[in-house]
């Protein structure tokens, strides 16, 4: 039974360019929710999807967006990349609601220069 | 402001000691509290966690102790190994469809 699978493990990415982040959920999720990890901190709650759409939002601006396919799999998209983004970008897969069963994938390390 | 304050932010502990980290939180509306292991290259797997209407609760060498009153809860790992070396969060959660609400993490490190 697959985990969550995150593509690609590494990304070095330009100032100003654009990246698309992949995601499949754990077999039997159907919530996907996305978090980014700095050097060293703890991660933050970007954006959560359910049902193809948005459910909730952390604090992060309009150049982070997603997406969630029939499939349950999303993509995180972030656009004009700042030195800033450069994070381990982590995708966590959940059924519904709940909690429980609550499961990060390996990430995505996204390197801007 | 900080939801969530972790401490200490590293710890050393020898072989068979005891590890102890803290979290101390704010929103009294959490009503899941977990702690999240980390190493180097991987994503954050559950360790243990806890309701609070539990104050405590044993997993192997690992607890959580947990202090509705205080706001406070706690990972103690007994008889520490070095494969216990990792980076520690504890990352409260709130509600359905709710999100897990990290600490800035605890580096572990158990000497030989």
């Known amino acids: 039974d697959a985990g969550v699978t995150q593509s690609p493990t590494h990304l070095i990415k330009t100032r100003g360019q654009q990246v698309t982040l992949r995601c499949s959920p754990k077999s039997g999720h159907d919530t996907v929710s996305w978090y980014q990890q700095a050097l060293g901190q703890g991660p933050q709650f970007i954006f959560q999807?359910?049902?193809?759409?948005?459910?909730q939002r952390g604090n992060f601006p309009d150049r982070f967006s997603g997406h969630q396919f029939p499939n349950y799999s999303s993509e995180l998209n972030v656009n004009a990349l700042l030195l800033g983004d450069s994070a381990l970008y982590l995708c966590a897969s959940s059924l519904g609601a709940s909690v429980y069963g609550y499961t990060f994938g390996s990430g995505t390390r996204l390197t801007v220069v | 402001q900080q939801q969530v304050k972790q401490s200490p932010q590293s710890l050393i502990v020898q072989k068979g000691g005891i590890s102890i980290i803290n979290c101390a939180y704010e929103?009294?509306?959490?009503?899941?509290f977990p702690w999240y292991q980390q190493f180097p290259g991987k994503g954050p797997a559950l360790l243990i966690a806890?309701?609070?209407?539990?104050s405590e609760k044993k997993e192997g060498r690992f607890t959580i102790s947990f202090n509705k009153s205080a706001k406070q809860f706690s990972l103690h790992i007994m008889d520490s190994q070095p494969g216990d070396s990792a980076t520690y969060f504890c990352a409260p959660f709130l509600g359905s469809w709710g999100k897990l609400q990290f600490g800035a993490g605890t580096q572990v490190v158990v000497t030989p």
């Open positions: 929103n009294t509306a959490f009503d899941y």
């Open positions: 999807y359910y049902e193809e759409e948005e459910r």
């Open positions: 806890i309701r609070p209407d539990v």
